[in-house]
């Protein structure tokens, strides 16, 4: 039986501690509940100092992978891997802004286009009548112009989630979630929208729900981008009034 850990590589053992417990852990040779060997044991497997091991768990228990439990029978317990752990770096990307707009609108093009398009051709009945719903509390906000921007704008985002929902693909669900839940630290910066575009934008929803009812995945694809498309151009217009 082929060993669980083996001695670190010496020339970067922190990291190399941290990815063997963590590939132990994806590959599922450690699975959710088992526990780690005990400090001693795991530091003379992995032939390496209490303190660099140490870090290492601290490090992998900050990543979700691992609970560190202290007193008698404690020790370090395997947690099961989540979608937020997996969108972990790309929140935090998001909140700091370290993604231009250019690249969020770009990534959004090519995600959204396509979860629609799946959408179009894999929606139930039930599907489809919550997107009717959905659509319909975009349409109530919509026709109150600016005032109700912000209750607009999350019915706007449940429509996105519930098109990536339909795809039943945990990674774009995932994926598109953790962008959505986040984007509107750009909308403090850069979106600036009157009654015209409130209503623009609740006619490209409109017509992508369509393009879905109606079976036409390409159409819905290439609804979805203009959409996408549109609403950056939007924050691009601010964004030149604000330099």
Same mark, same amino acid.
């Given at each position: 039986?082929?060993?669980?850990?083996?001695?670190?590589?010496?020339?970067?053992?922190?990291?190399?501690?941290?990815?063997?417990?963590?590939?132990?852990?994806?590959?599922?040779?450690?699975k959710?509940?088992d526990?780690?060997?005990?400090?001693?044991?795991?530091?003379?497997?992995?032939?390496?100092?209490?303190?660099t091991?140490?870090?290492?768990?601290?490090?992998?228990?900050?990543?979700?992978?691992?609970?560190?439990?202290?007193?008698?029978?404690?020790?370090?317990?395997v947690?099961s891997?989540?979608?937020?752990?997996?969108?972990?770096?790309?929140?935090?990307?998001?909140?700091?802004?370290?993604?231009?707009?250019t690249?969020?609108?770009?990534?959004?093009?090519?995600?959204?286009?396509?979860?629609?398009?799946?959408?179009?051709?894999?929606a139930?009945d039930?599907?489809?009548r919550?997107?009717?719903r959905?659509l319909?509390?975009?349409?109530? @906000?919509?026709?109150?112009?600016?005032?109700?921007?912000?209750?607009?704008l999350?019915?706007d985002?449940?429509? /996105?989630?519930?098109?990536a929902?339909?795809?039943?693909?945990?990674?774009y669900?995932?994926?598109?979630?953790?962008?959505?839940?986040?984007? $509107?630290? @750009? @909308?403090?910066h @850069?979106?600036?929208?009157?009654?015209?575009?409130?209503k623009?934008? $609740?006619?490209?929803?409109?017509?992508?729900?369509?393009?879905?009812? /109606?079976?036409?995945?390409?159409?819905?694809?290439k609804?979805?981008?203009? /959409?996408?498309?549109?609403? $950056?151009?939007?924050?691009?217009?601010?964004?030149?009034?604000?330099?």
């Amino acid at each position: 039986m082929e060993p669980l850990f083996r001695a670190t590589r010496q020339n970067r053992i922190f990291r190399d501690v941290v990815d063997q417990i963590q590939d132990a852990i994806i590959d599922g040779r450690l699975k959710t509940g088992d526990k780690l060997p005990a400090e001693r044991e795991l530091k003379d497997l992995l032939k390496t100092s209490r303190s660099t091991l140490r870090e290492a768990l601290r490090v992998l228990e900050q990543k979700g992978l691992i609970e560190i439990k202290l007193g008698v029978g404690g020790g370090s317990v395997v947690r099961s891997v989540s979608p937020d752990q997996v969108t972990e770096s790309l929140d935090l990307l998001i909140r700091s802004q370290k993604i231009s707009l250019t690249h969020l609108a770009d990534f959004r093009e090519g995600v959204e286009g396509e979860v629609v398009a799946i959408a179009a051709r894999t929606a139930s009945d039930h599907n489809l009548r919550e997107l009717e719903r959905l659509l319909n509390k975009a349409r109530t @906000y919509a026709e109150q112009g600016p005032s109700q921007l912000e209750e607009f704008l999350k019915a706007d985002k449940d429509l /996105h989630l519930a098109f990536a929902s339909i795809t039943g693909n945990l990674v774009y669900i995932s994926v598109l979630q953790t962008i959505h839940n986040n984007i $509107y630290r @750009y @909308y403090d910066h @850069y979106l600036s929208m009157k009654d015209r575009e409130i209503k623009e934008n $609740y006619q490209d929803l409109k017509a992508i729900v369509d393009a879905v009812k /109606h079976r036409r995945p390409e159409t819905a694809r290439k609804l979805a981008r203009q /959409h996408v498309r549109r609403f $950056y151009e939007y924050m691009y217009q601010h964004q030149a009034v604000l330099q």
